[in-house]
């Protein structure tokens, strides 16, 4: 049988970020809710994380919008998108500490020995949950700077990477000048629930254009 590895001493994650949050509120936003099910119905971190998730999002928009004055809302929109998605909020979650924030979350027994620490999904939520834990420590100007340390790299440059990030509406922009015809999606899922895996095939006119494989359909 697969081990369950040990989740790694929160007060190193503390460490990790420069702050001061308390025990308690660090345990509290790192706590996955199938942790909390499996021990009685714990405390778990969503509501952390549905603060974590707004402060994220004003503090990135404040820092979009003072650094591209010129930029119109609607490429300020595509910008922020890109920045605090779930892919790139768990690609910087991957990069904290020496092995990453996963190491650091409680998962329950199934998430653990399907993969969750490496999850996209879980690693954006608990960074979410970990920025409300901050703000509810230390205010909003602390979570901000926070953002900023973590994030200002990717606002700096989210410019150039936000121009080629939407892929459906430029394939569908392409398809309709060439006069190629309708876009549309073909979804197929195999495999059990705790390790389900989807196929993606990007149709136009009905001919297949490119296919993609992972463990959510957003994925």
Not at 36 to 43: D, I, N, R, V
């Amino acid at each position: 049988m697969a081990e369950v590895a040990e989740v790694a001493d929160p007060d190193e994650l503390a460490v990790v970020l420069g702050l001061d949050v308390g025990f308690g509120l660090l345990e509290l936003a790192l706590t996955h809710r199938a942790f909390a099910y499996e021990h009685g119905g714990l405390p778990t971190n969503e509501r952390l994380e549905f603060l974590g998730d707004s402060v994220l999002g004003l503090a990135v928009t404040d820092l979009l919008y003072r650094s591209y004055p010129d930029c119109a809302e609607s490429e300020l929109a595509r910008m922020r998108s890109s920045i605090v998605s779930t892919r790139a909020l768990a690609a910087l979650a991957r990069t904290l500490g020496t092995e990453g924030l996963g190491r650091h979350v409680k998962l329950g027994r199934g998430e653990q020995l399907s993969g969750g620490r490496d999850k996209d999904s879980i690693l954006a939520d608990t960074l979410e949950a970990l920025l409300g834990a901050v703000f509810v420590q230390c205010g909003f100007d602390v979570a901000t700077e926070l953002v900023e340390r973590l994030l200002g790299e990717s606002v700096r440059s989210a410019r150039q990477r936000s121009a080629g990030t939407d892929w459906k509406t430029a394939m569908q922009e392409i398809a309709a000048e060439r006069s190629l015809g309708p876009v549309t999606y073909r979804v197929e899922g195999s495999g059990p629930d705790h390790e389900r895996e989807f196929t993606a095939v990007a149709m136009i006119s009905g001919e297949p254009y490119g296919r993609g494989v992972g463990r959510t359909k957003k994925e």
